[in-house]
């Protein structure tokens, strides 16, 4: 019995090294560097913070409890995005300000009546910092969250800090239509492309000098990480930055089908255990649409024919066919050369299914930063055609970017 034991306990410590070793941090994301080496930016200050579930540090403690615990350092108010600051509101819901329960610290919403701070939320702080986990694409809204910050922050004259965190795509990838000004939203307010490539940090920086902001900006960099790096490399864990994000490698998906799942005439897995994997519908047929789909030979990604039911959102209870994504290498899939060869073979496939007769089209042109990309499908240009047509946009992008790299 006790020889039986002794496996027992030695199993569980082999487990638990492993699981330290699995999440053992390469890279050190801002708010540990803030702590580290930079307190004198907010010790004896009256602090707010913009966050979320995903601010936390390289050993998993939120960046609330972190800085509660530093003295001298005075957490006066948290400012939450959509979803909340503890990111259990749904998509879209209007979220209220409110005491914080756990902290007795008052919680102002940037997603509800107000999505910029008043001057008189900023009354009472000294600096405002934002620690927010980014996704990589343009339609998200923390990016703007965090830039109509940085504004009110101008105009009150108090500094900003971005506390850095990585691209979960890495550094390297940019690609996609550019926003087209006429399209600007809450998901797109700066001539940005669809993938960006660059940290939440870079773009602070982008946006202030480029896009005249003109905030008091303090960017305070990881360390360790590198523009080659995903998720995956950095040893970090990953928080869901929204329900429908739950995994590191979800942002590759709803860079390659969050665009057309706002058509509402295709359903993208919002609705089942895998958001943004699935493409499908009631008229589709799911070996017809992947073997067309894995014919154009897509660096990357496999396409599995499979039929599905959404639990709620777009075909709520029906019978979709359609097929799962299979990414096979990160590295080599491009999310929107795959997600307009898709919108192309639905369209060539199913002329009469009207993917783009919806009320909803505007949504997509929004998500999308344009309206070309449904006309030039409609007109009948190939996926090289249209991706050409973005081409200088993109380039224009890629040399004003250099100068905000901070890696």
């Known amino acids: 019995m006790f020889k039986n034991i002794f496996y027992v306990v030695l199993g569980l410590l082999l487990t638990t090294a492993g699981l ?17 080496r930079h307190l004198d930016l907010i010790q004896g200050k009256r602090v707010g913070l913009i966050s979320n579930p995903t601010g936390i540090t390289a050993s998993h403690e939120s960046d609330i409890s972190a800085l509660l615990q530093e003295p001298g350092v005075e957490l006066k108010a948290l400012f939450g995005p959509e979803h909340g600051i503890r990111g259990d509101s749904p998509a879209g819901a209007k979220v209220g300000s409110y005491k914080d329960p756990e902290t007795g610290i008052s919680v102002y919403s940037l997603y509800g009546k107000t999505r910029k701070p008043t001057s008189k939320m900023l009354d009472s702080l000294d600096v405002l910092l934002f620690d927010i986990q980014d996704v990589g694409v343009r339609p998200y809204t923390y990016i703007y969250t965090m830039a109509l910050a940085m504004k009110a922050a101008a105009e009150k004259g108090i500094p900003f800090i971005v506390l850095d ?62 523009r080659d790096m995903i998720f995956e490399d950095t040893g970090l864990l990953w928080v869901p930055t929204s329900p429908h994000v739950p995994h590191r490698d979800t942002p590759y998906f709803l860079a390659a089908t969050g665009g057309f799942g706002e058509l509402g005439t295709i359903s993208v897995g919002v609705g089942t255990p895998t958001p943004f994997e699935l493409v499908g519908a009631p008229w589709v047929s799911a070996q017809k649409l992947a073997d067309a789909l894995n014919d154009a030979h897509l660096p990357g990604v496999y396409f599995r024919p499979l039929n599905f039911r959404p639990y709620y959102a777009y075909f709520t209870e029906e019978n979709c066919g359609g097929v799962q994504i299979h990414i096979l290498n990160n590295r080599r899939f491009l999310p929107i050369r795959t997600q307009i060869t898709i919108l192309v073979t639905l369209h060539k496939l199913y002329p009469k299914a009207g993917i783009f007769k919806t009320e909803r089209l505007k949504n997509f042109g929004r998500a999308m930063g344009t309206d070309k990309i449904q006309k030039e499908i409609q007109e009948g240009w190939t996926v090289n055609q249209i991706l050409d047509e973005e081409k200088p946009a993109l380039l224009k992008f890629l040399s004003l970017r250099k100068q905000f790299l901070l890696y």
């Open 20 to 36: 330290q070793a699995q999440y053992h941090p390469v890279v050190k994301p801002g708010i540990d560097v803030l702590l580290e």
């Open 165 to 226: 965190r990585p691209n979960p795509m890495g550094g390297l990838l940019v690609e996609g239509p550019v926003l087209d000004d006429a399209f600007q939203s809450f998901i797109g307010l700066y001539p940005i492309p669809y993938v960006h490539g660059m940290t939440i940090g870079e773009l602070a920086a982008l946006f202030n000098k480029a896009f005249g902001i003109g905030a008091k900006l303090t960017v305070i960099k990881m360390e360790g990480w590198k």
